[in-house]
């Protein structure tokens, strides 16, 4: 190439070749996703549904069973609570005097002489606490 005033020019025997990309045939889009192959893989969809639904109501019938078995445990074990509470001995004078200093039910100040095995003291203490 020849220089001309800070300008370059083409002189015989330069050329220029513009490679073209070759492509194979016509162009084509791109494929939009299909969204239904076949019948197979919407039956394969409902049948997977289908078992996920008898998987979540055994889990359900389990979940049920187990926390069935735990109320019914903790009913027993409270019942025997209340049993246990039932033959502590409490004197009506104690009683009187926590009903009265305390300013609660009988039925409050029973359960609390109970839960503390006739011990006044301790009863009045857990009631200010």
């Keep these: 190439m020849g220089r001309c005033g800070g300008i370059e020019m083409a002189t015989e025997g330069d050329v220029e070749l513009e490679l073209e990309t070759e492509t194979s045939g016509p162009e084509r889009p791109p494929e939009k996703p299909r969204k239904h192959d076949s019948g197979a893989a919407d039956l394969e969809r409902v049948t997977d549904y289908a078992e996920e639904k008898e ?64 011990n006044v003291v301790e009863a009045l203490i857990a009631l200010t606490n």
Aim: aromatic share 0%; no cysteine.
């Design 55 to 118: 998987i979540q109501s055994s889990n359900l019938e389990t979940a049920m069973s187990v926390i069935g078995d735990r109320r019914s445990r903790e009913q027993k074990a409270k019942q025997e609570r209340e049993k246990e509470l039932a033959k502590v001995t409490i004197k009506k004078e104690d009683l009187e005097l926590i009903m009265t200093e305390m300013e609660i039910s009988r039925a409050a100040a029973e359960r609390s002489l109970r839960e503390h095995m006739g």
